[in-house]
């Protein structure tokens, strides 16, 4: 889909300038995973910082390393060596208590299947996440920033996949959290629904101000990004910068 009406670019922010501090810092990290007398490098000494506010690309063919990365940022994996920090607070040997918290306080997640429980509505399913967090927003108001009031007491088996992924984006974003790691949200879907989804995480990173990254195979979501980190064989191969992102639904699809 790419409209002929004149597009207006969504700004770089300015939390990813030069000189402001990072989200997440790593260096050297490295996953490696023992396979019979040899071994698997998933990631093989990745240098990497991350800023607020950003929409990241991870972009790569299946095998590059981009789920371990997405992985071990959202406290899900630790690293064979190497160090992440997350607001400078070292990650990297932190226990399983700790993880727990972090990834309960700070990480929404977003999966290519959307694991909704069929028997509660779409209501119930964001509830789960907010009657545990910190600081959430209502129900009502994840599912409405995602565009589903009217699904609201719908359970999973009455909407489209479209839908059910949508209600798992408010599920992860009424936590509020400072992370949303998005693991090919898009991949099970159509391309219409496809975009609908890519425009409620659009819609969460600009109007929350959370840093989402977001894994894909597809080279179109790049423009949608404000950094493109290319990745091949465990390491980054390059980083590519937008000035100004286009908004999801003027891609050429």
């Given amino acids: 889909?790419?409209?002929?009406?004149?597009?207006?670019?969504?700004?770089?922010?300015?939390?990813?300038?030069?000189?402001?501090?990072?989200?997440f810092s790593a260096r050297g990290l490295t996953k490696i995973y023992p396979s019979g007398e040899t071994e698997i490098r998933a990631l093989d000494g990745i240098d990497l910082d991350l800023y607020p506010g950003e929409l990241i690309v991870l972009l790569g063919a299946s095998g590059s390393g981009k789920s371990t990365l997405l992985n071990i940022l959202g406290g899900l994996d630790t690293p064979t060596s190497g160090t992440l920090t997350y607001r400078g607070r070292d990650l990297t040997g932190a226990d399983e208590g700790t993880l727990t918290r972090f990834r309960r306080d700070s990480v929404g997640f977003i999966f290519q299947f959307y694991n909704l429980i069929p028997s509660l509505?779409?209501?119930?399913?964001?509830?789960?996440?907010?009657?545990?967090?910190?600081?959430?927003?209502?129900?009502?108001?994840?599912?409405?920033?995602?565009q589903l009031t009217d699904r609201a007491d719908?359970?999973?088996?009455?909407?489209?996949?479209?839908?059910?992924?949508?209600?798992?984006?408010?599920?992860?974003?009424a936590k509020q959290p400072e992370v949303l790691l998005c693991d090919e949200p898009t991949g099970a879907l159509?391309?219409?629904?496809?975009i609908s989804v890519l425009e409620a995480i659009e819609r969460a990173n600009?109007?929350?101000?959370?840093?989402t990254v977001l894994i894909t195979h597809n080279a179109v979501l790049a423009d949608m990004a404000d950094r493109i980190?290319?990745?091949?064989?465990?390491?980054?191969?390059?980083?590519?910068?937008?000035?100004t992102r286009r908004p999801v639904r003027s891609l050429a699809w």
């Fill in 1 to 23: 889909m790419n409209p002929a009406a004149t597009v207006t670019p969504i700004p770089h922010p300015p939390s990813a300038d030069p000189g402001r501090e990072p989200l």
């Fill in 190 to 194: 159509d391309v219409k629904t496809g």
């Fill in 121 to 146: 509505t779409a209501r119930e399913n964001v509830a789960l996440i907010t009657e545990i967090a910190r600081n959430p927003m209502t129900p009502n108001a994840a599912l409405a920033l995602v």
């Fill in 229 to 243: 980190i290319h990745l091949s064989d465990g390491t980054i191969v390059a980083i590519s910068e937008n000035k």
């Fill in 206 to 211: 600009l109007e929350l101000g959370t840093l």
């Fill in 154 to 173: 719908h359970f999973p088996s009455q909407m489209s996949g479209g839908q059910q992924q949508r209600v798992a984006v408010a599920r992860a974003i």
